[in-house]
Every structure is written in C-alpha cells, then in structure tokens.
C-alpha cells in the first residue's frame, strides 16, 4: 500500500516563498518519478512538476517555470517542491503524486500516468 503524505502549505504573501514534502512509503520510492499537482476550487487537478526516479530530469509547467524546483531525496523517500517568487494565481490544494509505472522512459506531466495521491497541502498567496 502505497501512502504519500504532503506537509508544508500555508498562506503566504505574494513574492514569498514555501517548500513542501511529500513523504512516500509502501514501496521502493527510487523506482519511481514523482510528481506535483495543484487544484484550485473549481478547476481541473493540473501538473506542477515532475522529477525522474533518480532527480536526474525535471519538468515544469510553463507557469512556475524560474520560481518552482523540485528535488528528491532518496534516502528519506521525500519529494520537496520549493516555490519562490509566489502569485496570487499559484493559491491551489497542491498534491504529490507517484508514477504508476516503475523506471518510465521519460518524466511525464500526464495526471493518468500517476496512481497514488496524497491527501494535499492547501497553499494560499494573499496579502
């Protein structure tokens, strides 16, 4: 059973920044890319960032492309999403997700391609 759990949300002002975890247990976390996704009320779950199973490739959405980055740690099975610079527009319910095919050719931003979730951090930009 996998289980990922993110912490680290919170309500930040514009041009600030947050890092969030995403602690994973229930099977072997390097074997797999790893994934960020946001939902903001109303709208469609939408890819942030992805990370190869070894952090080697990264991939952003064009939006958080220069203010986002996303890392790995192996050895603690956490995925990190460090967010700068942040807008009003990035305020969303963010999510980590887990490739559901082990090693996968390439990194992939497909919401289908990720099997387990975790129950969300909501990240809130305001003034």
């Known amino acids: 059973q996998v289980r990922l759990v993110e912490s680290g949300g919170g309500l930040v002002q514009p041009g600030g920044s947050l890092r969030l975890s995403c602690a994973a247990s229930g099977r072997t976390f390097s074997n797999y890319h790893m994934g960020w996704f946001r939902q903001a009320p109303g709208a469609e779950r939408e890819f942030v960032a992805a990370?190869?199973?070894?952090?080697?490739?990264?991939m952003y959405e064009d939006s958080v492309k220069g203010r986002f980055t996303i890392s790995r740690d192996n050895a603690k099975n956490t995925v990190y999403l460090q967010m700068n610079n942040l807008k009003s527009e990035d305020t969303a319910v963010y999510y980590c997700?887990?490739?559901?095919?082990?090693?996968?050719?390439?990194?992939?931003?497909?919401?289908?391609?990720?099997?387990?979730w975790g129950q969300g951090t909501q990240v809130t930009v305001s003034s």
């Open positions: 990370i190869s199973c070894r952090g080697r490739s990264t």
């Open positions: 997700g887990a490739d559901r095919v082990p090693f996968r050719t390439v990194v992939t931003g497909g919401r289908d391609d990720y099997d387990y």
